[in-house]
């Protein structure tokens, strides 16, 4: 069972454009919504959460929107740079005999072009 | 504090041998997990340690695997009997208790090729 879901296993955006990389949950109680970032041969690294309770976080270029009723969240990546190539997981947490635990998407790779 | 560590980065096994990797977290974290991850997938949850306590185990942690976390900081996987179908990444993570918002610290894993 696929709790979360990235149905778009890869993404190709010019250098300078916006990137859109989407994100399907079932599990109502998830609580909290991570991004990770992966490049080859590193392990996954966090860049941008946001609550359950709000609908849009910002950091920087990156900004994560979140639809509850649609079960449904977004990154967005503007402007586009080529260092951002890579992996992007979705993740999604809930509280479990005292911790979060983490849920990920099977990932969208994301290919700036220059 | 340089991150999470993990050793090897790569082994190479035959089928039937064992294998153990190593962990370790941030000094500060009392947290850490164990996920794997396959071609194609995103990582999969194996199990939790709180300090030295076990807390929780996937359904997916065969009686093959084992875990352990002496003294809440260093943590060791053993896979006995290796198959096939263990080849993988096996990431570790640690956190701090409150980091719902800030996320885990990997590793940059463990890859496993079991010919």
């Known amino acids: 069972d696929q709790q979360v879901k990235q149905n778009s296993p890869s993404l190709s955006v010019q250098e300078g454009r916006i990137s859109i990389l989407n994100c399907d949950y079932t599990?109502?109680?998830?609580?909290?919504f991570l991004w990770y970032k992966k490049y080859p041969a590193e392990g996954p690294t966090f860049l941008i959460s946001?609550?359950?309770?709000?609908d849009k976080n910002e950091d920087g270029r990156f900004t994560v929107f979140l639809n509850k009723s649609a079960k449904h969240l977004s990154l967005h990546i503007v402007p586009s740079q080529p260092g951002d190539s890579a992996v992007y997981f979705c993740?999604?947490?809930?509280?479990?005999?005292?911790?979060?635990?983490?849920?990920f998407g099977t990932g969208t790779k994301l290919q700036v072009i220059p | 504090d340089t991150g999470v560590s993990q050793d090897p980065r790569h082994k190479i096994t035959k089928r039937g041998q064992n294998v153990t990797f190593r962990c370790d977290p941030i000094?500060?974290?009392?947290?850490l997990y164990w996920y794997r991850q396959t071609l194609g997938q995103g990582p999969e949850f194996l199990t939790y340690?709180?300090?030295?306590?076990?807390?929780?185990k996937s359904r997916l942690l065969s009686d093959r695997f084992s875990a352990e976390r002496p003294k809440g900081s260093f943590s060791t996987l053993e896979i006995q009997r290796t198959e096939q179908g263990d080849s993988a990444m096996y990431l570790c993570?640690?956190?701090?208790?409150?980091?719902?918002?800030?996320?885990?610290?990997f590793g940059s894993g463990t890859r496993l090729t079991v010919v």
């Open positions: 993570a640690s956190s701090l208790p409150g980091d719902s918002l800030y996320g885990y610290t």
């Open positions: 599990n109502s109680m998830f609580d909290y």
């Open positions: 946001i609550s359950s309770i709000k």
């Open positions: 993740a999604a947490s809930e509280g479990s005999g005292g911790y979060q635990k983490v849920t």
């Open positions: 000094s500060e974290h009392n947290r």
């Open positions: 340690f709180q300090n030295e306590a076990q807390l929780e």
